[in-house]
């Protein structure tokens, strides 16, 4: 093998693991990035269901009081 060749593939072998390594890095970000998307969604959904369940008594309570205005209002008509 001459020297011109040999420097040749020694070239292509680092610019390989040069490459290796950022697609590693690009694996290793898109990973966390879709993690860190699962948790947004989790706390998204998560706090909406929570604020249902805190608010769900006073729904319920306001329901109440339109039937009891609806049956008001109703038995004036008659």
Do not use: C
């Amino acid at each position: 093998m001459s020297p011109e060749e040999k420097e040749l593939l020694e070239r292509s072998v680092a610019l390989a693991e040069d490459n290796n390594k950022i697609l590693h890095a690009m694996r290793r970000s898109m990973f966390w990035a879709r993690v860190m998307s699962t948790v947004y969604w989790v706390l998204i959904i998560g706090s909406a269901v929570g604020a249902y369940y805190l608010i769900q008594p006073y729904i319920d309570q306001l329901m109440g009081i339109y039937g009891g205005a609806n049956d008001v209002i109703n038995s004036f008509k008659r």
